[in-house]
């Protein structure tokens, strides 16, 4: 494989030209057998679980991916996992790499795919950035099917007495659309149903996203489905889609989709990529049935965790590995000198100018979100994800920090080396993985709910207080009377600062976190605290990635990153 014209080809160039082998041959190197295989086309496949021999309860070590805070340009968290995964397949440790199905929103929006980039890709990468196996649309056609079947059930007598003005369920599409996060339903007259205010989320905001991806089985699935609680009563009781009777047929349309789905690396690790929730407005993580499959075939899974340490890696800790087991036996944080540049107080349009000063002053955020992975038990590794403009003399002012701090640390050039530039990178996270540790979650689940967002803002966030809106104090009241106080909390929180306010970079202390809203999420089983002014639904922004994407005259995607 040759690298040396990497910077100048783009990462859909780099992926066109690699040579995949067929998904039956990747099956068989990670031990899937072939009854238990299902292709999609020659290179992606799902994976029937309930086929695959069983391995008693040896189960392989989970490598957590997750970051500094970004910039808005993302900082290469999928490519280092990746590349790490490469690199480490490389040793001859038998792994597998488990990711988070890409969004359509972002990809035509600005922050593009979720396939990683340069020679550390998962393939094939168009595929998997559209449509790939139509998971997200199984996803879409629950939610929209449970919607239609409340409104219908308001239109045809309202048996259960559902409230239409505390309805807490909406209808969710997989593009950013602002237009849509306010609408009136029902006009026209008696016929077209019962008038009301709504609106949309994003697809991956859906609670049936969360508990499609917490689920462990499809047994569990239907489970959690009829625990969902839409919306309210009159006299404020909740009703659950299975009061409604509607968790079947949601789970019949979710009976593929919850099969994880096998892809491979650009250097032929086998990956699972499989859910894909944000962390910034849901929790952030990939399925628990593809990653305890993948640590049932591989003796190391390299998976990640969506933004920040302060968002993905906390969610994923304190949600998914207590309920799932697959803690974490290590955790890299990813760093760029571009993100410690701006969070050392550099303007956008000037992190491509050497800044050492800058870089040393960033650390403060790198260093916070260190600090807080040692919380949960273990000790980071830092990848420093290395940029073709980045400087000897800034990747040394990180090195020394981490060396003068005890931390583990490797420069990674896996964009533009793949697995070869992460093999430094690769044997620290081996020595981390045998490394004692003694992982814990950072709340009991009996804390009560403000006792657990405080925790998760002093803690984590460096912050000194709570206020809750009015709304937010009313669901607080709800959520004691319903029983719902010990359920974990998933913060709904800008990624770009530890606060609230994006705008407030580097390693803010003191400040006090608005709590505007509490959306209790009872099938997936936590209740999201929306923050700020974060939206369960994005728009676009000025100049959409979509504006310059097309397909050529064979058909092939043209302007895909």
Same mark, same amino acid.
């Given at each position: 494989?040759?690298?040396?014209?990497?910077?100048?080809? &783009?990462?859909?160039?780099? @992926?066109?030209?690699?040579?995949?082998?067929?998904?039956?041959?990747?099956?068989?190197?990670?031990?899937?057998?072939?009854?238990?295989?299902?292709?999609?086309?020659?290179?992606?496949?799902?994976?029937?679980?309930?086929?695959?021999?069983?391995?008693?309860?040896?189960?392989?070590? /989970?490598?957590?991916? %997750?970051?500094?805070?970004?910039?808005?340009?993302?900082?290469?968290?999928?490519?280092?996992?990746?590349?790490?995964?490469?690199?480490?397949?490389?040793?001859?440790?038998?792994?597998?790499?488990?990711?988070?199905?890409?969004?359509?929103?972002?990809? =035509?929006?600005?922050?593009?795919?979720?396939?990683?980039?340069?020679y550390s890709q998962v393939l094939p990468m168009d595929e998997i950035n559209m449509h790939f196996t139509g998971d997200f649309h199984a996803i879409t056609s629950a939610n929209n099917l449970l919607m239609a079947l409340v409104d219908n059930h308001l239109h045809q007598g309202n048996a259960l007495g559902i409230d239409p003005r505390r309805i807490t369920f909406r209808r969710v599409i997989?593009?950013?659309?602002?237009?849509?996060?306010?609408?009136?339903?029902?006009?026209?007259?008696?016929?077209?149903? /019962?008038?009301?205010?709504?609106?949309?989320?994003?697809?991956?905001?859906?609670?049936?996203?969360?508990?499609?991806?917490?689920?462990?089985?499809?047994?569990?699935?239907?489970?959690?489905?009829?625990?969902?609680?839409?919306?309210?009563?009159?006299?404020?009781?909740?009703?659950?889609?299975?009061?409604?009777?509607?968790?079947?047929?949601?789970?019949?349309?979710?009976?593929?989709? /919850?099969?994880? #789905?096998?892809?491979? %690396?650009?250097?032929?690790?086998?990956?699972?990529?499989?859910?894909?929730? =944000?962390?910034?407005?849901?929790? $952030?993580?990939? &399925?628990?049935?593809?990653?305890?499959?993948?640590?049932?075939?591989?003796?190391?899974?390299?998976?990640?965790?969506?933004?920040?340490?302060?968002?993905?890696a906390e969610k994923f800790m304190d949600i998914k590995a207590r309920f799932s087991g697959a803690h974490p036996d290590a955790v890299v944080l990813v760093a760029t000198v571009r993100a410690l540049k701006m969070h050392g107080g550099v303007a956008k349009d000037a992190l491509k100018t050497e800044n050492v000063q800058a870089v040393r002053d960033g650390l403060a955020n790198l260093s916070?979100? @260190?600090?807080?992975?040692?919380? =949960?038990? *273990?000790?980071?590794?830092?990848?420093?994800?290395?940029?073709?403009?980045?400087?000897?003399?800034?990747? &040394?002012?990180?090195?020394? +920090?981490?060396?003068?701090? $005890?931390?583990?640390?490797?420069?990674?050039?896996? +964009?533009?080396?793949?697995?070869?530039?992460?093999?430094?990178?690769?044997?620290?996270?081996?020595?981390? *993985?045998?490394?004692?540790?003694?992982?814990?979650?950072?709340?009991?689940?009996?804390?009560?709910?403000?006792?657990?967002?405080?925790?998760?803002?002093?803690?984590?966030?460096?912050?000194?207080? /709570?206020?809750? &809106?009015?709304?937010?104090?009313?669901?607080?009241?709800? *959520? !004691?009377?319903?029983? +719902?106080? #010990?359920?974990?909390?998933?913060?709904?929180?800008t990624q770009y600062s530890f606060s609230d306010d994006p705008t407030l970079l580097g390693a803010p202390e003191g400040f006090t976190l608005q709590v505007r809203d509490l959306i209790p999420k009872t099938g997936a089983g936590f209740i999201v605290a929306v923050t700020g002014a974060i939206m369960t639904m994005p728009g676009l922004p000025k100049a959409p990635a979509a504006m310059r994407?097309?397909?050529?005259? !064979? $058909?092939? @995607?043209?302007?895909?990153?």
């Open positions: 494989m040759t690298t040396t014209s990497a910077a100048d080809m &783009s990462d859909l160039a780099i @992926a066109s030209r690699a040579v995949l082998e067929p998904i039956a041959v990747v099956a068989r190197r990670a031990g899937i057998p072939e009854e238990a295989l299902e292709p999609y086309g020659r290179y992606k496949a799902k994976v029937d679980t309930d086929l695959l021999p069983s391995t008693g309860t040896k189960l392989g070590k /989970v490598v957590l991916v %997750s970051a500094m805070s970004p910039t808005p340009a993302g900082e290469g968290k999928s490519t280092v996992t990746v590349g790490l995964g490469d690199a480490l397949a490389a040793t001859g440790t038998k792994t597998m790499i488990a990711l988070r199905e890409p969004s359509l929103g972002p990809i =035509f929006g600005m922050k593009g795919g979720a396939t990683g980039g340069g997989d593009m950013n659309d602002r237009a849509l996060r306010n609408i009136v339903i029902g006009l026209g007259g008696p016929t077209e149903g /019962v008038p009301r205010e709504t609106g949309f989320d994003i697809t991956v905001a859906s609670e049936v996203m969360a508990v499609f991806c917490l689920a462990t089985g499809l047994a569990d699935l239907r489970a959690r489905l009829a625990k969902m609680t839409i919306g309210y009563t009159y006299d404020k009781t909740p009703v659950t889609v299975g009061d409604l009777g509607a968790e079947g047929a949601m789970t019949m349309l979710l009976k593929e989709a /919850v099969k994880p #789905n096998l892809v491979q %690396s650009m250097a032929g690790t086998p990956a699972l990529i499989h859910g894909g929730p =944000f962390a910034n407005i849901a929790h $952030g993580c990939n &399925s628990v049935i593809a990653t305890n499959t993948a640590r049932s075939l591989a003796d190391v899974v390299v998976t990640e965790a969506g933004f920040g340490a302060d968002l993905g916070r979100h @260190a600090r807080n992975i040692r919380k =949960f038990g *273990i000790q980071p590794v830092v990848a420093i994800n290395k940029f073709t403009l980045d400087t000897d003399a800034e990747l &040394s002012v990180v090195t020394s +920090w981490a060396a003068a701090n $005890g931390i583990e640390c490797a420069v990674a050039d896996v +964009w533009g080396q793949g697995p070869a530039g992460g093999a430094d990178l690769a044997q620290a996270v081996l020595r981390a *993985i045998e490394a004692p540790g003694d992982f814990a979650p950072l709340y009991d689940l009996d804390l009560g709910i403000e006792g657990k967002i405080l925790t998760v803002v002093r803690e984590i966030y460096g912050g000194a207080d /709570v206020e809750y &809106s009015a709304a937010a104090k009313r669901m607080l009241k709800q *959520i !004691h009377e319903n029983g +719902w106080d #010990n359920l974990p909390v998933c913060m709904a929180k994407m097309d397909v050529d005259e !064979h $058909g092939q @995607a043209v302007g895909l990153f």
